[in-house]
């Protein structure tokens, strides 16, 4: 199991740091936010980084892609982590891209697939329909009509669906648990609702009413019945693209905390020399070094088509999300009372890592998810 | 073929031939031979592998043949330790002369200290502990009081020494002792000592843990004569090379640890055997608890793959190696408390046929959990070390970070 970045991916790690910290600094994301922008990116960086071969990476070849694997994808999503740039490359590219590379038809993979990487065009996935992630009770349901599907149902936490070109819709199509299909829904199609979802990260989040929405016969993604584990694979590749995010965060929040614990005087002395706070301190490196092993593991495992990679991902996203909320707590706490305002970024972090730490399953589904690893120990 | 080629070839044909076939492989508790005076071994063959290994002298392969070394070329002896890798073999004998005070020896002894002291060593015949701890001197090693008074040709030794294992087994001692008094700094004033277990005044008692009987011993000096040959490095300047014997502590900690079997206890397994179903919230709580501590090892696992991967790679490790200890005896110690949570009055057993043997293990290892987050730098003092060295954290006002 290779655990650490080979020197192509450094060099790429290193580029896309450049990158976001000079195109989309914190900044930019407070700039977004003040103007209550729906789409919760800026479409110039989101250009950019097309042209700089991102949406490319995880792609084989034969798709026009890079065949950087998940590992290389995880260098730009940590990156994108420690400067809270915001852009649609987890919605789009990884669950989206992931889905039409292993289910699509070529007819799919040339429409929207080739368009996604290019950038031309954006699909959001839907998958959640309750307050918590939960992939294994779907209710929306797709039922077959004389012209192809009828969808009715709900989707919320639709990561950047609005504003989108259309999305890939996870629908209930018999009653076997594991009866899903995907659809592919056109933004235009009649009688799907959006409706803002507006978190406290200020990104683009959307609930989505679908109401006797008529799907044709093509829009299906894969066979019938036959969606869950093409949905469960890409939801995989989000989820450790996720924590890499999560991860870049957290290390950049507790480089600016260490920082903050060095030059904070107060009873005459720097804070950072109290006792009390150089222990928790100590014990947050430990979570983020643990962290980081499991987040490596788990972009390897995905990228070696490792049997365990399910499980491995579900470790790296609890190890992770459980350190995130350590880190990010901590952080605003010894902040102090500056800890807890809007002027300084540490709020900002705190808001999208808390985010992230749900999207997609938390520590607590993921905890359970990953148990499976340890049957063989 | 090269000289190294041909070299790795010749060892690789003598182990095959000389290491027996039961020593190749992890060996239990109670199993590894320790060299010294009174040798005892369990079996003939770990007789024969460590007569052999002594013959070839191979006790120390990379010391000068001189003092009775191997003379290996650190080249050689890098392909000597792959093949005694690679074959499983286990050590001959378990020396921390050899280990530890060894090197500070060969870099700061008198040429008549080498030849008198690492002579024996490489022949197996002296069993050395390590006199550093003190009742007053635990995390705080500079405050030892035990002195060593100049009388003309010789020191007088007063005092005691805790924690030591094994003293009351072994032949000679290495000691830290306080030779002046008069310095504004504990860390001066401080001298490494070497001096004979078996001479007059010293007395070496085992220490009963929580657990039970231990090998760790307080040791106590009752005017103890030493002669002065036996001062090593500089009179008051035995701090240095404290520390750098310390440094070696830790290679042979983990030499420990590479050839005994870890006694492994499966959390998940064992849980599952007492707590087969998890109706209630508590339950179910427990069990959430438990998966969590073992994902968590799992976590520290794939740390030590990465450490050795980033060193591999020649990438800076030192934040990561300061984390293991702390977080592999923390762990040891939380996945204890589980099984005591889990097992009940099961995992509370001392003795007797009313439990299990594992049961008993169980209940043993849990205590002596306790004693490995104290052994070896507390956590706290870890935690201090990684605030200060790793994270940079400026100095506390008082005590704390070192
Ligand atoms: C919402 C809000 C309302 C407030 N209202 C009022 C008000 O009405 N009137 C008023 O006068 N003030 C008010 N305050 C100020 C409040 O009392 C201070 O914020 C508080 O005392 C902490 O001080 P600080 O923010 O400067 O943090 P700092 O003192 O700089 O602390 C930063 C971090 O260091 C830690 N720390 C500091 N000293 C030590 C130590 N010795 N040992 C260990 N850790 C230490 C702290 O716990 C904290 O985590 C308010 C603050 C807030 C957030
Ligand atoms: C099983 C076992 C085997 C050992 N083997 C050896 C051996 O072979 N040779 C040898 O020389 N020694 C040995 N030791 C001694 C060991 O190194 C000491 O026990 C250890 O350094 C702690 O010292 P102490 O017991 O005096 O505790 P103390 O130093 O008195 O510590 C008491 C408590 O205070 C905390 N504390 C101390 N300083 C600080 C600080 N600066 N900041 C925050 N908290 C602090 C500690 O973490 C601990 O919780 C052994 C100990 C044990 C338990």
Not at chain 1, 109 to 127: D, I, Y
Request: glycine share 8%.
């Amino acid at each position: 199991m290779n655990l650490i970045y080979n020197e192509e991916q450094r060099m790429l790690l290193d580029t896309a740091q450049e990158f976001f910290a000079e195109r989309s600094p914190v900044s930019a994301l407070r700039a977004l936010r003040d103007r209550n922008d729906e789409l919760g990116f800026e479409p110039a960086l989101w250009q950019e980084m097309t042209e700089l071969g991102w949406t490319a990476i995880p792609f084989p070849e034969s798709l026009g892609g890079l065949e950087f694997g998940y590992t290389g994808m995880g260098t730009v999503f940590e990156s994108a982590g420690r400067h809270l740039s915001a852009s649609p490359l987890l919605s789009s590219v990884v669950l989206c891209g992931s889905i039409l590379e292993q289910g699509g038809s070529a007819t799919q993979q040339e429409s929207w697939l080739a368009e996604l990487v290019a950038g031309n065009k954006r699909l959001a996935l839907a998958v959640d329909e309750g307050s918590r992630h939960n992939p294994h009770n779907l209710a929306l349901s797709a039922v077959r009509t004389e012209t192809g599907f009828q969808l009715d149902g709900e989707k919320v936490m639709v990561v950047d669906g609005l504003q989108a070109d259309g999305w890939i819709v996870a629908a209930r199509t018999g009653d076997a648990a594991d009866a899903i299909s995907l659809f592919i829904v056109p933004a235009d199609t009649p009688g799907v609702e959006q409706k803002r979802q507006n978190l406290i990260d200020s990104r683009n989040t959307a609930r989505l009413t679908f109401t006797h929405v008529q799907v044709a016969p093509e829009q299906l993604i894969a066979e019938l019945d036959k969606g869950a584990p093409i949905l469960e694979s890409a939801l995989d590749r989000g989820r450790a693209c996720i924590a890499a995010e999560l991860q870049g965060a957290c290390e950049e929040l507790f480089k600016t905390t260490l920082e903050y614990l060095r030059t904070r005087v107060q009873f005459d002395v720097p804070i950072g020399s109290f006792q009390a706070l150089q222990h928790r301190a100590a014990w947050m490196h430990v979570d983020i070094e643990l962290a980081r092993s499991s987040l490596m593991a788990a972009l390897d495992a995905i990228d070696s088509g490792d049997a365990q990679a399910a499980q491995l991902v579900s470790l790296a996203k609890w190890k992770v999300g459980q350190m995130a909320d350590k880190v990010s707590s901590e952080a605003v706490q010894m902040h102090g009372g500056i800890g807890v305002t809007d002027e300084l970024d540490v709020g900002l972090y705190f808001k999208r890592i808390r985010v992230l730490q749900a999207l997609l399953g938390d520590a607590d589904y993921h905890l359970n998810r990953a148990a499976p690893l340890l049957e063989e120990a | 073929m090269s000289a190294i080629e041909t070299f790795r070839a010749e060892t690789r044909a003598w182990l095959e031939a000389n290491c027996p076939e039961s020593l190749r492989g992890a060996a239990a508790s109670g199993e590894l031979v320790w060299g010294g005076s009174q040798v005892e071994f369990a079996n003939e063959d770990q007789r024969l592998w460590f007569e052999r290994m002594r013959d070839r002298n191979w006790f120390c392969p990379d010391w000068p043949a001189a003092y009775g070394g191997g003379g290996l070329s650190p080249e050689e002896d890098a392909v000597l330790q792959q093949e005694l890798k690679r074959l499983k073999c286990r050590p001959p004998q378990i020396n921390l002369g050899i280990w530890m005070l060894g090197p500070v020896l060969l870099e700061f002894g008198t040429e008549e200290q080498k030849q008198r002291l690492l002579t024996p060593m490489t022949r197996g015949e002296v069993r050395w502990c390590q006199g550093f701890s003190e009742p007053n001197a635990g995390s705080d090693l500079a405050n030892i009081r035990t002195t060593a008074v100049d009388a003309g040709d010789h020191y007088v030794v007063n005092g005691s020494k805790i924690w030591t294992s094994y003293g009351d087994k072994s032949d000679w001692m290495y000691a830290l002792v306080r030779t002046d008094n008069s310095s504004a700094k504990k860390q001066e004033g401080i001298s490494l000592l070497v001096l004979d277990m078996h001479a007059e005044g010293v007395e070496a008692r085992p220490i009963d843990l929580i657990s039970g009987k231990s090998s760790f011993c307080e040791v106590f000096f009752d005017n103890v004569k030493v002669s002065k040959d036996n001062l090593i490095g500089p009179l008051n300047g035995g701090w240095t090379l404290a520390k750098r014997l310390l440094q070696h502590e830790r290679s042979a900690m983990s030499k420990f640890g590479e050839f005994s079997l870890p006694t492994h206890f499966d959390l998940m397994t064992i849980l599952g055997d007492y707590l087969p179903d998890a109706d209630t919230p508590s339950d179910i709580a427990l069990r959430a608890r438990a998966q969590a501590c073992a994902l968590d090892e799992h976590a520290y696992n794939l740390t030590v793959q990465r450490m050795g991967q980033q060193a591999r790679a020649r990438q800076d490790v030192s934040g990561i190696a300061a984390i293991m200890k702390l977080v592999h005896s923390e762990q040891e110690k939380q996945k204890f408390e589980l099984l005591v949570d889990a097992m009940g009055h099961r995992a509370l057993g001392w003795d007797g046929d009313e439990f299990s043997e594992q049961e008993l293990a169980i209940s043993k290892a849990w205590l002596m959990s306790y004693t490995q987050t104290i052994a070896g730098g507390s956590s706290e003092v870890q935690l201090n070390v990684i605030a200060k060295r790793v994270l940079d954290l400026p100095d506390a006002p008082k005590g704390g970070a070192k």
